[in-house]
């Protein structure tokens, strides 16, 4: 097919990148460690890591892992939130020769154990304060090596024992844990895993690009969470085309070692992790917030030092905006403030470029694409509305239900070709049948369309489409003009069944303005919306159900949540 957005690219971004630049993810990151040895890797707490402690500690942990005889492509999965810890863990998993599972570590026990079950995972990476999660149900999972890792394990001797000691005795967010050793169980503190492993040899990963790199559970919003069959080829494909694509906005940086990313939305979200695995390529530093829901806390670590790239979802963008102090923060490094995840508000995007300067730039991608698939040029001085352009080696087809290409300007699902997109769901035939088309796109079950210039404009998820009196109404189209109207904080739209119309439309808004009326929301929608899409039901809250990232739970709103 043609790829009409090429004409559309910005000057230096190429049309293709090469995944077989590196034999492996291991490679990349081995080449990086030795290269920017000198460099800082990541700054938490005010503590700072370079390349190569990560490089040491990763190499230690890897070796250890290995030392207890697990196979090659063996799972083992990491709970562990926005620490220091995560990367070298990350890194030593897959320096071993083993695949990463991430963890949400606010799973509960149910969603816990069934990712272990279906991954097989062996060995766990966990926080002490997330350990009562897996004692519940580790009987019935195919655990048999926990590494328990504490919050100032990589810390410092002092502050980092400091650290543990308060979040144990002062916040008490630890709970008492004991696990049972009775049935061979083997628990190790993060530590002495790599007090040990420094005694050992890391033996070489034979791992290829065709090896098995993470399996990436899907949010698990619509049932039981899938795995993402992601290889390392996925994973260096999609580093490379994010290098493609970013760096001609850090130009003025210069050296791109300089940059300082903001990683504020969880590592083990496919966004975050493919961001930080990019600020690794380039040999720049990461600036880790273990809690974004401090916004005092977050706002002050954004003054202590400049920040040149803010990946967040919309929700946390706007939550940054709402804080007192945000707009005394220093914007004048900001080089992209990037917006994924979910889709991006225009209001939020207007107020963003009004406070910081720099315009939101929205893309879109999924756990099956390594968060990549297509996005802005990062040179756009405005918010465009649209998940802008296929990234480097991506081509984006708009079908039928039939799998059939829909003429240009017309609405269809949203589908799928590249490098970077996943084998397949993990021991799902049934669901992989179904999930490609029989020329090889992968199925994203997002309604699109895609203009002359190659931009796709996303109408709405094929599921959330609501039919009001024979009408397709999309919540996403609702709630991006909603959240324009005086007074609206945010809002979320979902169908309910009326006995007349099919569906009729219910919103739910969180109040900015104390005094907005509901007569003030429908005056608005009126003047906004044809007729059919206007709320039947409009009810104010004081929050909306949502993931651990932020993105708005609409079938729990429709469950009565």
Known sequence: MEKIWLKSYPPSVPAEINPDTFQSVTQLLEDSFKKNAASPFSVCMDRWMTYKEVDDLSAALGAWLQSHGLEPGARVAIMLPNLPQFSVTMAGILRAGYTCVNVNPLYTPRELEHQLRDS?????????????????????????????????????????????????????????YSFSTANGLLVTPFNQAIAAGKRLTLRPAESTLDSIAFLQYTGGTTGLSKGAVLTHRNIVAAVLQGEAWFTPAMGRVGDVRKINSIAALPLYHIFALNLSLLSIRWGAYTTLIPNPRDFSGFVKTLKKRPFHMLPAVNTL???????????????????????????????????????????????????????????????????TGTIGLPLSSISIAIKDEAGKDVKQGESGEICIKGPNVMTGYY?????????????????????????????????DRLKDMIIVSGFNVYPNELENTVSLCPGVLECAVIGVPDEKAGEAIKLFIIKKDANLSEEDVKTYCRQNLTGYKMPKYIVFRDDLPKTNVGKILRRELRAGK
């Open 120 to 176: 097989g995972a062996t060995t766990i990476v966990i926080l002490e304060n997330f350990a009562t999660t897996l004692i519940d149900v580790i009987d019935n999972t195919p655990i048999k090596h926990v590494v328990l890792a504490k919050m100032g394990d990589l810390l410092g001797a002092i502050y980092g024992k400091w650290i543990t000691f308060a979040v144990r005795n002062l916040k008490k967010i630890v709970p008492s």
């Open 427 to 459: 021991n799902q035939p049934v669901e992989n049948k179904n999930a490609f088309t029989e020329d090889g796109y992968f199925k994203t079950g997002d309604v699109g369309i895609m203009d002359e210039r190659g931009y796709t404009k996303i109408i």
């Open 317 to 383: 963008f706007n939550a940054l905006l709402q804080h007192p102090d945000f707009k005394t923060v220093d914007f004048s490094n900001l080089c992209v403030s990037q917006a994924g995840g979910m889709a991006a508000s225009e209001g939020t995007a207007k107020n963003w470029l009004t406070v910081t300067g720099c315009p939101m730039i929205e893309g879109w991608g999924m756990s099956e694409t390594v968060a990549m698939g297509t996005n802005n040029p990062v040179n756009n001085k405005e918010f």
